[in-house]
């Protein structure tokens, strides 16, 4: 009988709390959370057509420049360029650095139309360049700029290498 007295005053008195704070715990009288909006449909498309008018046909358009057609649209891939078993693009005139850690040299493979011009250091305006390297060939043991790390193997070794446009000379 004394468990049923004290579970009855703990009960009582807990009830008596929530009162007085004025807590509603579970309480049937709060307001449902709003729900999300609901999706609407999309206003229809335009549909695909032209005025008439508009002529798409490039190959008859006499306004295009015939260069900037043979430049841009027929020669897209130009080819790649393999320098320590990393891949790059053959962009004439574009000055790529290349940074290989750990190496002694450098190994490039030319598989690009363009005739690359391989320099030491990491900017290809430091003077002329110590290799070049013909379409479709390939070049071993081309030195770089070692970077010391404060040991005498170098950490990395550093060089540049641009592709040559087929006009240059």
Known sequence: MRTRTVVAIALSVGVTVLAATGMNYASA?????????????ADASVPQG????????????NDRNDNF???NF??????RIHVNERTFAAEPGVCTAVISSPATSFNVLNESDRT????RGITCDNGSAIAKIGPGNSSSAIDGTPVLDGATVPFALVGSFRA????HH
């Open 69 to 71: 057609r043979n430049d």
């Open 29 to 41: 009288s709060s307001s449902a959370p709003k729900s999300a909006p609901s999706v609407q449909e």
């Open 164 to 167: 040559i446009d087929k006009r």
């Open 74 to 79: 027929r020669n897209n891939d130009r080819g």
């Open 116 to 119: 690359l011009e391989f320099f």
């Open 50 to 61: 032209g005025d008439g008018q508009t002529n798409f046909n490039y190959r008859n358009d």
